[in-house]
């Protein structure tokens, strides 16, 4: 597999059209903006406090902090599975905080997201755990048969289609998710500690894969506490401290904690 196999990928979606880059109504290059995001639960501090962040289609960034810092719910409301108590939130051109309920699964088409625990289905096989994200938004049975062949390859899985997930070790798992995240050809990737659960060698080989991903084109976010990691790819990297962002670095490092 390389890159070039990657970008060129050219997935159904069951619209009939092929996905290119979709440029918002204004033609900019943002692809996830907050402005002044705060998010309070009902208890405690506000996870977030008057975040700000600008992320353009193409980019790879790292979110990084302390266990508490708001990560996760910086994602949740990327995802709409969170709305924020104050500030505003763009993704893909949608007006996340304004999103009528009845648009949200549309929306979210847009979002492929991987999680730490993987979330696969156990009674199901690796083909079907895949085929299952291209049956939700409704795409014909003969390009299922394309598209999640086509996408095992690309995370190394094409010989274990059949497979149930506890016949896989944790990285295999976890390529089975990254697999299901990206069937849908989404312009987003978001990643809350993909790594989490593995070894260094399929940490690496995770990231060895997001970072071909990118370079096809997807705009991907990735939550992580791999210090190692971080410091090798030389990604932007921003750092998250009780809910505030307190650092924003191009090619940045993980910042040692006080
Ligand atoms: N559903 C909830 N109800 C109340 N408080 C919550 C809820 N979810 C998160 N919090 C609180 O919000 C803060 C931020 O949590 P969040 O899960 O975003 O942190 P995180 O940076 O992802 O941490 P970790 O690295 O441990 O995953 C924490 O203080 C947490 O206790
Ligand atoms: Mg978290």
């Known amino acids: 597999m390389n890159i070039k196999q990657v970008g060129e990928r050219e997935l159904s ?25 705060s998010k309070s639960y009902s208890t405690g501090a506000p996870a977030l406090n008057g975040v700000s962040l600008n992320v353009k289609k193409g980019e790879f960034v790292f979110i990084v902090g302390d266990s508490g810092s708001g990560k996760s719910t910086l994602i949740k409301l990327l995802l709409r599975e ?12 949608y007006d996340v905080v304004r999103l009528k309920r009845r648009k949200i ?5 847009n979002i492929g997201v991987v999680f730490q625990d993987f979330r696969l289905l156990k009674d199901r096989n690796v083909y ?3 085929a299952f ?15 999640v062949p086509a996408i095992l390859s690309v995370v190394g899985l094409a010989g ?11 990285g295999e798992q976890q390529r089975v998710a990254l697999a299901r995240a990206l069937v849908n050809n989404p312009p987003i990737l978001l990643c809350d500690e ?18 071909e991903i990118n370079k096809s084109g997807t705009t991907i ?30 090619k940045g490092g993980y910042i040692d904690e006080d």
Do not use: C
């Open 82 to 93: 969170l709305t924020p108590t104050d500030g505003e939130i763009s993704v893909n051109g």
């Open 160 to 170: 274990k289609y059949k497979a149930k997930p506890k016949q896989l070790s944790g």
């Open 194 to 211: 993909p790594t989490g659960n593995l070894d260094p060698k399929n940490s690496w080989e995770i990231m060895r894969l997001l970072d």
């Open 13 to 37: 979606t069951g619209s009939g059209k092929k996905r290119t880059a979709k440029k918002s109504v204004n033609g900019s290059s943002d692809m996830i903006t907050l402005r002044n995001v």
């Open 221 to 250: 976010l990735v939550v992580t506490h791999n210090r190692e990691i971080v410091n090798a790819m030389q990604k932007r990297v921003v750092t998250v401290k009780k809910g505030i962002i307190v650092s924003d670095e191009e």
């Open 133 to 147: 994200a291209q049956r939700i938004i409704q795409v014909p049975t003969r390009e299922i048969r394309r598209n």
């Open 105 to 109: 699964p549309k929306f979210r088409r």
């Open 128 to 130: 079907e755990n895949v």
